[in-house]
């Protein structure tokens, strides 16, 4: 079946840097996205969601960008924080069609902030 | 988190004795889902349901049942624990069928 992946497990950045963390997808008619955060111990927060009809958007340091051509998806957080170390994951859905058993999660990359 | 709570938050059994986690939503939403959360995997859907008594399977529903005899709590229950039901579980909570979640902290299950 078509499954959303992650690229990396693990990724370390200095504290004050920008991180990049990535997503591929592989159903074409997905055309809905989530990214969540989870902190060791609890359950995955919300950190934004994109729609198909969008390349991009951003909230309060965080950008989402998506590539249907390429069907990659990524998180952008500027300025890392330690309260920033997390495991990511990005999710998929289909609005039409995708059913409440549709939304698929990835694996998650872990970040790491270097002080 | 606000809004959606699981109970236990950790629970140790014993293999073949049964099972039940709780989860309470303060918010109304229709939809509520069970997860559990290995290493190695994504989250992985068991049951979800869609209104009151009406579930539905999802991809991990073998040795689980669930019931929801009210819009607030949804319950999941182990007949018979077996020691590959040793996981994290969350419930979450959605307004919308293909809409966003909302997690609760989730529930450490260790079945020995």
């Known amino acids: 079946g078509e499954n959303v992946g992650l690229h990396l497990p693990t990724l370390s950045v200095q504290e004050g840097d920008n991180s990049i963390i990535n997503c591929a997808y592989s159903?074409?008619?997905?055309?809905?996205f989530i990214w969540y955060k989870q902190e060791s111990g609890k359950g995955p927060q919300f950190i934004i969601d994109?729609?198909?009809?969008?390349d991009k958007r951003q909230g309060q340091r965080v950008t989402v960008l998506l590539n249907k051509t390429v069907k990659h998806l990524s998180l952008q957080i500027a300025a890392t924080q330690p309260g920033d170390s997390a495991v990511y994951f990005c999710?998929?859905?289909?609005?039409?069609?995708?059913?409440?058993?549709?939304?698929?999660f990835g694996k998650g990359t872990h970040l790491i902030i270097q002080p | 988190d606000a809004g959606i709570t699981q109970s236990p938050r950790h629970k140790v059994t014993e293999t073949g004795t049964p099972v039940t986690l709780r989860c309470h939503q303060t918010?109304?939403?229709?939809?509520m889902y069970w997860y559990r959360q290995d290493p190695g995997h994504g989250l992985r859907l068991i049951h979800y349901?869609?209104?009151?008594?009406?579930?539905d399977k999802g991809e991990v529903s073998d040795g689980y049942s669930v019931s929801r005899s009210k819009t607030e709590d949804f319950l999941l229950t182990l007949e018979s624990a077996t020691s590959s039901q040793t996981s994290v579980y969350f419930c979450?909570?959605?307004?919308?069928?293909?809409?966003?979640?909302?997690f609760g902290s989730g529930t450490q299950l260790s079945v020995l």
């Open positions: 979450a909570i959605s307004e919308s069928e293909t809409g966003q979640r909302l």
């Open positions: 999710a998929e859905n289909m609005t039409e069609g995708g059913g409440a058993d549709g939304l698929t």
């Open positions: 994109i729609r198909s009809n969008m």
């Open positions: 918010e109304n939403h229709r939809y």
């Open positions: 349901s869609y209104g009151v008594k009406d579930t």
């Open positions: 159903n074409s008619a997905s055309d809905y």
